[in-house]
Structure formats: structure tokens, C-alpha cells
């Protein structure tokens, strides 16, 4: 062996030793001056405003677009506090103050989204009763076990999922829960308060989560490693039972499956939304409702869903398209009665969700969002770049609905929206 | 010829002599696994308060503070972790929970309970994996590797064995990791942790001994990047605690109602 590069060698296995402990010193370097935490205590509170500006363009029947200036002042706060070892008490309450530059106007409402208490005996038993904000569902676009959705947002400012459920009022119920290794069983039941929504400024609105009596039951139960699924039954005196079912189990180390699903009797969607139209079939019968996919993490920290949403009971591609030709009059009501229950417009819907954490740039968030329906191909394209500071978060979002006119996404007032918003953590 | 004799005898007097004698010394890879395992983790449920600080380039880019509730669970031997977020405000009262290889996450905004792949991460550098209690024994089969001087945490020489740990169940989070344990008490000094690529993922130093918890333990460990040196999280663990972790606390469907005292 020639001594250059016996050399080259030698220097090969050294060099990268050199340089991987001198890194390390620097590391420990580093280390050694971290400053020493103080000890934090959590706090019962959580509160937050958030200023959104933005300018959007509005969809006009017959005439050009117009475009409208937006501003919104949000006070969020929630509290959740032991008062003894056995009892808690939980509050949550929203405050939106918006104006639009047009006939639209300013308007202010105030979401009370929780408020009950609950008392644990002891670990095995839970009993709350209050407002509550009980939510299900593995999947992340759509919900068909989530039961208490119904009418449950007041004040949409998003429609991002995630803003849905986070801005969302809960039911007024009596909940309990007895857990035992690895399963539980929880029961629900939520009375009638009140007879109709009311949209006052600030109003409770339990009208709107409590317009009849309803009752849930949902068991779960480790089965087997990376498996617990959560089996539902459902009661509402509007319809028949309906079941309930929600699994995510693991695929591999990135990836998570998720499939939800709920079927029973009912009515279709058009019928419940249109009970004296001539021509529509009030009979019950079986109709399941679905949203399957998976959530799969890169190394580089960019997750994505991609979701296949079905329910049996909306309407197939011939009935919607003859639905968008006839009387506007019911085109708009079997519209507004689908988004105060959340359900999706026909029968076949798709939803992906991108999130590059740490994108480019430490704290930066990037999301971006697309719902798709599969009848009538119209799109809604959501963007989000967030940057993340201590105590505060920048946000530059940007909307985009896209298809034919009286199509799913084509016919929402807000066809383009663009804001900026700040949101301050207290 | 005699004298040869008795010296090729006594050769192998002294072989035969010799042979039980350093097996009985021989350390044992997974004894000095398991007893790394007990300076770092405690036998019965305690709970930990968790900073970490998060070095850029030299610049402190991030901070996060977490209560952790741990338990060993008697059939695996591994342990179970609750960790609440404590800071910062927009993650308070956030949830993470980990048994055997099922992670989920709890935000009590939207009260709903996700489940998370090992790979999906909450904080910065550092992975799910890195924030909850784990054995290695449970989950890694230790070969013995050389015994050596090395610098530790505190830049002072110590007498090490490496451990070379090889993943043999499903929930392990890395493929493999090399462990250098104090040859004379099995105290973790550092670690390296391996891809399936064998790509360098992270060194992790274990430094800072303090007594808590009845014996001495780290009460920080420094991450370093594999794959950038400059990045650095440092992981700080003050009040200790030994306290009661309910079974019930331990699965998704009591997230909701978890509340600590």
C-alpha cells in the first residue's frame, strides 16, 4: 500500500471523528449555558384575541363579482379548574366582532361553547353535566359519527376543519363514564331546552344544540395492540337508531389508517331538508355514511391526509344536477340545511390536508387544504402560512372556490378571500 | 524436558483455571442494559416536569415545558407516559399519550383525540420517542461492544463499555442505537441513534447526576442532529416526583377528563 494513501486513509477515518467531537463540544458548549428554567405552573386559564383584515370577492347571481373588505376582532377564553379532587369545572366562551364593507355590515356574536362540571369519584368514573363539547370521529374532513354537530357553529370564520371543531358550541347534556384497563363505556343523554335556533347577538343559542332529545352511547375496548375501536349507538326522536364506528390503527411507523362510519333508517337528506316537497320519498330506509383515508408523516415533518368521504343519504350526481336546474328556492334550502348539520352536498366528496411544520424556516407553518366534490367536480382550495412566535402567531391565509355556478364550491357567496391575522396569547 | 513438562502443566492449569473465572467476570449486555435502565427510570409511577430548550445555529429558537406521569406496565415491562403541555400558552393543557406503540393526542380546543404515528412530531427536534419514559430493555437486545475511555456529558473521562442495541419488537423507535454506560455502574453517558438506513439520526449525552427518586440520575440530556450539528435541544428534568398514576389515565378514552391535582 502506497504511503499518500495510506495517508488519505488515515485522514478519511480521522478527520470526520475531528470534526463530529468538536460539534459535540459545541453542542455541550451550548449546554452548559441554557438558561435554568423557572418552574412553570399550568395555568387554569387559556386565552387568546385574534384581528383578522382581509378583502374578499363576492359571487352575484346574474352580475359581475363585487369585492369587500373584512375585519374581525375575536376574544377567546376558556377555563378549566379542579375545585376539589373530585369536582371540576370547565368553561369556554367566543367573541366575534365583524364587519364587511357592504349590505352585510358589522355583527357580533358570542359562541358560549362550554360550561359544566364534572365530578370523578373516583379514577373509574366520570359524571359531567353542563354544556358539553363531545365530539367524535377518527376521520379529519368529515364526521359522520361526530353526532352533535348539528347547528352547533354559530360564527364561522373559517372553514378550515380544525377551526369547525375548535369554534364550535357543545350540547347541553348529562354525560357518564365508567372506565375500566383499556375500555370504557360512556352514556349520554342530552334534553330538549329550547324549541328553535336564535341568532340574538348573545344568545346561548341552546336551541340550536338542543331542539329535541337525544341519547348516545359509545363502548370501546383494546381488542388487540394498535387495535381499539369505538362502537356507537346513537338516538335522536327525529329518526331510528343509528350506528356508529371509528377506528385508526397504525400503518408502519409514518402512517395512521382511519375509518369511520355510521349507517342506520333514515330519511335522505333531500327529504329531511324538503319534508312537503311533491316528488321526494319520506321513507326510511338504510343509508351509510363514510370517511376513510390515512395520515402519513415525512421524516421532514410534512403530514398528509388524504380522505374518501360517502354518505348514502345525499344526493346522487342525476338528482343534484336536476336539483340545480329547477327552483332556486329549493336549491337554497337543501343548501343552508346541509351546512347547519355538516354534512357533505352529494354522495361522494374527497379532502386533503398538507402540513409542513417547520417549513423552510423554523417556526413557519405551512397548510394547505383542498375539498373536492366527486359529483360535480367543484373545488374549495384553502393555503395557510403561519409563523409561530412566543406568545403570538402571524397568519397570511388565502381561499379559493372554484366550479360551475349552482356547483357544490362554485356557489358560495365567497368565491376568493385573502387575510392576514394576528392572534395574541395572553 | 521435565521443566517443560511442568510448565506446559501448569499452562494449562492456568487455562483451565482461567476459563470459568472471566466468564463469571464477562458483564452481561442486557444485566448492564437493564441496570442502565433503572439509573435512568424508577421502578414504581412518578411524575417529572420536562424543559426543553432549542438551539439553532447557537440561537435559542424554541422553549417547551411538559409534566410527565409515567408507569411501568407489568406485562411489558415498558412504560406508559401522559405528558400535559404546560407551556407554551398556545399548547397548554395540550396531551400526548403513549402506551406500548400507540400514541394520541389530546387538544382540549377542539376536544377531540387523534391518534399520531411514531414519525408525527408535537415539539421541535425532539421526537415522541424522545419525551416519554422508555426501557430499552423491552424493546433492544444489547451485544457487548468495546470497552473504552470517552469524554462524557461534563467533558470528563470516564470508563466506558459501549452497548450495541438492536431493535427486536415493533415498538422501538429507532433500528438500532450504540450506549455508552460507566463500566463501573451502568450509568448512560451517551448514545447514538440509528435509521433503518443506518443514517445517524442523533447523540444524546446524559449528564447533570443529581439524587432523585432514591438513587442518582440524569437530569439532562442534551440531543444533538445527526444530520446538523448546530441543532441542539436540551432537555432539562426537575421535580421529581414519586406519585399515583391511575390505570384509567393511561387510554385515549380518558383524555378528556384528565386533570391533575
Not at chain 1, 106 to 126: C, I, L, M
Not at chain 1, 177 to 200: C, E, F, M, R, S
Request: net charge neutral; hydrophobic share 40%; proline share 4%.
Amino acid at each position: 500500500m502506497s504511503k499518500p494513501f495510506l495517508c488519505a486513509v488515515v485522514l478519511a477515518c480521522v478527520v470526520p471523528c475531528v470534526v463530529a467531537a468538536e460539534a459535540e463540544d459545541a453542542a455541550l458548549d451550548l449546554a452548559d449555558v441554557a438558561p435554568q428554567a423557572a418552574p412553570t405552573v399550568a395555568s387554569d386559564w387559556r386565552l387568546f384575541t385574534e384581528l383578522a383584515a382581509g378583502q374578499t370577492t363576492l359571487r352575484q347571481a346574474g352580475a359581475a363579482d363585487t369585492s369587500a373588505t373584512t375585519q374581525r376582532l375575536s376574544l377567546d377564553v376558556a377555563f378549566d379548574k379542579k375545585l376539589s379532587p373530585e369536582l371540576r369545572a370547565v368553561f369556554a366562551d367566543r367573541l366575534d366582532l365583524t364587519h364587511q364593507s357592504d349590505a352585510v355590515g358589522s355583527r357580533t356574536v358570542n359562541t358560549f361553547k362550554e360550561g359544566y362540571f364534572s365530578w370523578q369519584p373516583d379514577a373509574r368514573r366520570v359524571l359531567d353535566g353542563g354544556r358539553i363539547n363531545a365530539r367524535y370521529g377518527a376521520a379529519m374532513g368529515y364526521n359522520p359519527t361526530d353526532f352533535f354537530r348539528e347547528g352547533a357553529n354559530r360564527s364561522i370564520t373559517s372553514l378550515d376543519p380544525q377551526d369547525l371543531r375548535n369554534n364550535r358550541m357543545g350540547t347541553v347534556m348529562l354525560r357518564g363514564q365508567t372506565l375500566w384497563q383499556g375500555g370504557a363505556l360512556t352514556a349520554i343523554y342530552a334534553p330538549k331546552v329550547a324549541d328553535a335556533p336564535n341568532a340574538g347577538d348573545w344568545n346561548a343559542d341552546f336551541g340550536a344544540t338542543n331542539n329535541r332529545r337525544r341519547w348516545l352511547v359509545v363502548a370501546s375496548h383494546q381488542v388487540a395492540d394498535n387495535v381499539n375501536p369505538q362502537v356507537m349507538l346513537y338516538g335522536d326522536e327525529r329518526q331510528p337508531v343509528q350506528l356508529g364506528l371509528n377506528l385508526a390503527m397504525l400503518m408502519g411507523d409514518a402512517a395512521v389508517g382511519h375509518f369511520e362510519w355510521s349507517g342506520g333508517r333514515s330519511k335522505t337528506l333531500l327529504a329531511q331538508a324538503a319534508p312537503l316537497a311533491p316528488g321526494v320519498s319520506q321513507d326510511e330506509t338504510w343509508h351509510n355514511r363514510l370517511a376513510t383515508g390515512f395520515t402519513y408523516t415525512s421524516a421532514s415533518k410534512v403530514s398528509l391526509t388524504a380522505e374518501y368521504e360517502y354518505n348514502g343519504a345525499a344526493l346522487d350526481q342525476t338528482v343534484w344536477d336536476a336539483l340545480r336546474a329547477g327552483a332556486p328556492a329549493d336549491y337554497a334550502s337543501y343548501r343552508q340545511w346541509l351546512q347547519q348539520r355538516q354534512e357533505i352536498t352529494t354522495r361522494h366528496a374527497a379532502f386533503v390536508r398538507a402540513t409542513w411544520q417547520d417549513a423552510l424556516v423554523n417556526r413557519l407553518d405551512l397548510t394547505l387544504m383542498l375539498r373536492r366534490n366527486l359529483d360535480d367536480q367543484s373545488e374549495l382550495t384553502w393555503l395557510e402560512a403561519r409563523y409561530r412566535l412566543d406568545h403570538a402567531e402571524l397568519a397570511l391565509q388565502w381561499q379559493l372556490a372554484s366550479g360551475d355556478a349552482f356547483s357544490d364550491y362554485g356557489a358560495l357567496a365567497q368565491r376568493r378571500l385573502i387575510q392576514a391575522l394576528f392572534r395574541y396569547y395572553f | 524436558m521435565t521443566w517443560l513438562r511442568f510448565l506446559l502443566c501448569a499452562a494449562a492449569l492456568a487455562l483451565a483455571a482461567n476459563v470459568p473465572a472471566q466468564t463469571a467476570a464477562e458483564p452481561n449486555a442486557q444485566a448492564m442494559l437493564q441496570a442502565s435502565d433503572r439509573v435512568r427510570n424508577t421502578d414504581r409511577a412518578f411524575a417529572v416536569t420536562v424543559t426543553l430548550i432549542e438551539y439553532r445555529n447557537g440561537q435559542q429558537t424554541d422553549t417547551s415545558t411538559l409534566a410527565s406521569y409515567a408507569k411501568s406496565d407489568p406485562r411489558s415491562g415498558q412504560f406508559r407516559t401522559l405528558i400535559r403541555f404546560v407551556a407554551p400558552a398556545r399548547d397548554s393543557g395540550k396531551l400526548m399519550l403513549k402506551a406500548g406503540n400507540d400514541f394520541w393526542f389530546f387538544d382540549p380546543a377542539s376536544r377531540a383525540s387523534v391518534r399520531l404515528s411514531p414519525q408525527q412530531r408535537l415539539l421541535g427536534q425532539a421526537s415522541n420517542g424522545d419525551v416519554v419514559t422508555v426501557n430499552f430493555a423491552s424493546d433492544y437486545r444489547a451485544e457487548l461492544g468495546v470497552r473504552e475511555e470517552i469524554r462524557d456529558g461534563e467533558r470528563k473521562k470516564r470508563d466506558s463499555t459501549r452497548l450495541d442495541l438492536s431493535a427486536f419488537t415493533d415498538n422501538a423507535s429507532y433500528h438500532r442505537i450504540e450506549l455508552w454506560v460507566d463500566s463501573a455502574n451502568s450509568q448512560p453517558i451517551k448514545g447514538k441513534f440509528y435509521a433503518d438506513s443506518d443514517r445517524l439520526l442523533k447523540t444524546v449525552y446524559y449528564r447533570r447526576y443529581q439524587k432523585q427518586l432514591g438513587a442518582d440520575r440524569p437530569t439532562e440530556t442534551v440531543i444533538i442532529d445527526g444530520l446538523d450539528p448546530k441543532w441542539v435541544t436540551v432537555m432539562r428534568y426537575t421535580e421529581f416526583a414519586f406519585r399515583d398514576v391511575p390505570e384509567t389515565w393511561l387510554q385515549r378514552d380518558y383524555l378528556p377528563n384528565f386533570r391533575p391535582d
